[in-house]
């Protein structure tokens, strides 16, 4: 199936207005060769049509020496972006980037942000785009999950596969994702509808099972029988179960770096049209697999970087791991049952 170029133009002509672009604003197409250009011309003329002023900012590729597969989550940190004050300047003055390059975990990003330039990222194909359109509920219903994860102090995660995992909250603050950057030196990701917190530093703790069927990124695999994770002071400390155990023990060693093994965003999904199925139908190629991260119950714990809060921990590893079927807690408050939302506000989903 394909979006044609009418239909993506008119869906970002509805994700640029709810990202409150108008005529009074710069919009930057941030951009690589690899990016999609259907994206970049979609984006493109939806800007133009708002009457904002437009520029688009091309970098050339980068590839870290280091770096396995094409997957933009596979290496972290250092971008195209890295050292290039002249093109970073561009990026600040305008008011809105569409991102479909990747700047996210990069420093650089942050830099931006704290200028007051909004970010949008849209990196997945355009028919990921289309099965998930942002609208206002989407919102809604991410801003009523993190009025309750603000005020946390613990996240609990426990599961029937056996999961019984503790992450003390606080020191780091929540992020959401709701699919469209509205407020000053906002970042956001279309497609999304989640939201995370940090671990205070060196606190999380405890074991998280990983069942059959739940999902590896960058990978791109369902597992196929259980891994264990164990975590000790905010650190993954021991991974053992069989083959695919072994296989994540060995691409992590490969970076050759202790804070790999750091606890990194973990939250839960909120986004009914993302499936828990679709990266069956996709190839490794096609994008990153925003369903995974963002399926409607999901709890989704990651490793590695935390420089997108303001951490000092940029290590280019970054997992995110989505399980299904967990009990979630934000302090006593059970917000998903058994991999299904029950608060706050389950109607919110429609
Ligand atoms: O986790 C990722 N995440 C995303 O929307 C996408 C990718 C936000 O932290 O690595
Ligand atoms: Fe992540």
Same mark, same amino acid.
Request: glycine letters at 8%; charged letters at 20%; aromatic letters at 8%.
């Given at each position: 199936m394909a979006v044609n170029q009418s239909q993506l133009g008119q869906m970002f002509e509805q994700v640029l207005r709810l990202s409150k672009v108008d005529a009074s604003q710069s919009?930057?197409?941030?951009?690589?060769?690899?990016?999609?250009?259907? @994206?970049?011309?979609?984006?493109t003329d939806a800007a133009l049509r708002l009457g904002a %002023?437009?520029?688009?900012?091309?970098? !050339?590729?980068?590839?870290?020496?280091?770096?396995?597969?094409?997957?933009? @989550?596979?290496?972290?940190?250092? @971008?195209?972006?890295?050292?290039?004050?002249?093109?970073?300047?561009?990026?600040?003055?305008?008011?809105?980037?569409?991102?479909? $390059? $990747?700047?996210?975990?990069?420093?650089?990003?942050?830099?931006? =942000?704290?200028?007051?330039?909004?970010? =949008? =990222?849209?990196?997945? !194909?355009?028919e990921v785009l289309a099965?998930?359109?942002?609208?206002?509920?989407? %919102?809604?219903?991410?801003?009523?999950?993190?009025?309750? =994860?603000? %005020?946390?102090?613990? $996240? @609990?995660? %426990?599961? /029937?596969? +056996?999961?019984?995992?503790?992450? !003390?909250?606080?020191?780091?603050?929540?992020?959401?994702?709701?699919?469209? /950057?509205?407020?000053?030196?906002? *970042?956001?990701?279309?497609?999304?509808?989640?939201?995370?917190? *940090? !671990?205070?530093?060196?606190?999380?703790?405890?074991?998280?099972?990983?069942?059959?069927?739940?999902?590896l990124l960058p990978f791109k695999t369902y597992t196929r029988e259980r891994i264990t994770l164990e975590i000790e002071k905010g650190f993954v400390t021991r991974i053992h179960g069989g083959f695919e155990a072994g296989y994540l023990r060995d691409y992590m060693a490969y970076f050759n770096d202790p804070e790999?093994?750091?606890?990194?965003?973990? +939250? *839960?999904?909120?986004?009914?049209?993302?499936q828990w199925t679709a990266m069956g139908l996709h190839d490794k190629n096609d994008g990153m697999c925003m369903d995974a991260r963002a399926f409607y119950g999901n709890f989704l714990f990651s490793t590695g970087p935390n420089t997108e809060v303001g951490g000092t921990r940029k290590t280019p590893c970054h997992m995110d791991i989505a399980l299904r079927h967990c009990d979630v807690r934000v302090d006593d408050l059970l917000v998903v049952a058994e991999g299904a939302v029950v608060a706050p506000a389950a109607s919110l989903a429609h």
């Amino acid at each position: 199936m394909a979006v044609n170029q009418s239909q993506l133009g008119q869906m970002f002509e509805q994700v640029l207005r709810l990202s409150k672009v108008d005529a009074s604003q710069s919009v930057a197409i941030l951009k690589s060769h690899y990016s999609d250009a259907r @994206t970049v011309q979609a984006a493109t003329d939806a800007a133009l049509r708002l009457g904002a %002023k437009v520029y688009s900012v091309e970098l !050339p590729s980068f590839n870290h020496p280091t770096a396995m597969g094409n997957d933009m @989550t596979a290496y972290c940190g250092d @971008t195209a972006l890295t050292g290039n004050s002249a093109a970073q300047k561009a990026l600040e003055a305008a008011d809105l980037i569409v991102d479909t $390059m $990747m700047l996210l975990h990069s420093p650089e990003q942050e830099q931006i =942000l704290k200028t007051g330039s909004r970010i =949008l =990222l849209a990196v997945e !194909p355009p028919e990921v785009l289309a099965r998930m359109l942002p609208d206002e509920q989407d %919102k809604t219903r991410v801003m009523a999950a993190a009025a309750v =994860l603000e %005020k946390a102090r613990m $996240m @609990t995660v %426990k599961s /029937a596969a +056996g999961s019984d995992f503790r992450a !003390p909250l606080g020191q780091y603050p929540t992020v959401t994702e709701y699919g469209y /950057a509205d407020e000053p030196g906002r *970042w956001d990701h279309w497609p999304s509808g989640f939201l995370f917190t *940090w !671990p205070n530093e060196e606190q999380a703790e405890g074991v998280l099972v990983l069942d059959v069927g739940d999902i590896l990124l960058p990978f791109k695999t369902y597992t196929r029988e259980r891994i264990t994770l164990e975590i000790e002071k905010g650190f993954v400390t021991r991974i053992h179960g069989g083959f695919e155990a072994g296989y994540l023990r060995d691409y992590m060693a490969y970076f050759n770096d202790p804070e790999v093994y750091g606890i990194s965003h973990i +939250g *839960w999904g909120l986004q009914p049209r993302a499936q828990w199925t679709a990266m069956g139908l996709h190839d490794k190629n096609d994008g990153m697999c925003m369903d995974a991260r963002a399926f409607y119950g999901n709890f989704l714990f990651s490793t590695g970087p935390n420089t997108e809060v303001g951490g000092t921990r940029k290590t280019p590893c970054h997992m995110d791991i989505a399980l299904r079927h967990c009990d979630v807690r934000v302090d006593d408050l059970l917000v998903v049952a058994e991999g299904a939302v029950v608060a706050p506000a389950a109607s919110l989903a429609h």
